[in-house]
């Protein structure tokens, strides 16, 4: 019997503990963690003057104004989305940053793309020539306002605004960095 117990309690002090990670029946379901104010948003990738932005240097940049109607959901759960979003061009922020474009390759600048992420590890991209004003001009926005509000909390501090977009997929929410690449492949 000694011998036994012994045995057990040698077996028990080997095992992990594991401790109850049951949430009380009282708590609510968990927010995602969003972006703040101060949360930095880096402006970097193949580029000669990166950069790290927060809330406040957007704020200080010139800005525009964009209505957009776009589709989130789908199914039974499919919602048409119709706001005005305020921010600062995705096209000036990332010139800002100076993409080292070859001027001896032909229209260099279209064979590159920007890499923009989120909080979250959601990531979408666009190519350059969607963004750029003599290509496909799109307006797209790094914006912090919506309908004359800080952004709703589940959007965090700022997020991209992609005029023409019908579903709202590349509407990135609590954008953390944008990285400009030339395809070399
Ligand atoms: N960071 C992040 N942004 C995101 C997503 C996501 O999962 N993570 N989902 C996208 C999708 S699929 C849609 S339809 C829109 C929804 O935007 P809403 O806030 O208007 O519902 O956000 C987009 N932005
Ligand atoms: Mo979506």
């Given at each position: 019997m000694k011998r036994i117990s012994f045995a057990l309690?040698?077996?028990?002090?080997?095992?992990?503990?594991?401790q109850a990670q049951t949430a009380p029946a009282t708590a609510a379901t968990?927010?995602?963690?969003?972006?703040?104010?101060?949360t930095p948003i880096l402006i970097g990738g193949l580029v000669n003057a990166p950069r790290s932005i927060t809330l406040a240097d957007l704020k200080a940049m010139p800005s525009r104004e964009v209505k957009v109607t776009y589709t989130s959901g789908s199914g039974a759960s499919l919602k048409t989305n119709t706001h005005t979003f305020k921010?600062?061009?995705?096209?000036?922020?990332?010139?800002?940053?100076?993409?080292?474009?070859?001027?001896?390759?032909k229209n260099d600048p279209i064979r590159w793309f920007v890499r923009a992420s989120a909080l979250?590890?959601?990531?979408?991209?666009?190519?350059?020539?969607?963004?750029?004003?003599?290509?496909?001009?799109k307006g797209v926005l790094v914006a912090y306002e919506q309908?004359?509000?800080?952004?709703?909390?589940?959007?965090?501090?700022?997020?991209?605004?992609?005029?023409?977009?019908g579903k709202?997929?590349?509407y990135v929410s609590n954008l953390i960095s944008l990285q400009v690449f030339r395809a070399d492949y």
């Open positions: 309690s040698a077996l028990l002090m080997a095992a992990p503990v594991v968990t927010a995602a963690p969003t972006t703040t104010a101060s921010g600062v061009l995705l096209f000036d922020l990332l010139s800002a940053a100076k993409p080292r474009f070859n001027a001896a390759a979250d590890n959601y990531v979408a991209v666009f190519g350059w020539g969607e963004l750029d004003p003599e290509f496909g001009n309908d004359g509000q800080p952004l709703p909390e589940k959007s965090g501090a700022v997020q991209l605004v992609v005029p023409g977009d709202g997929g590349r």
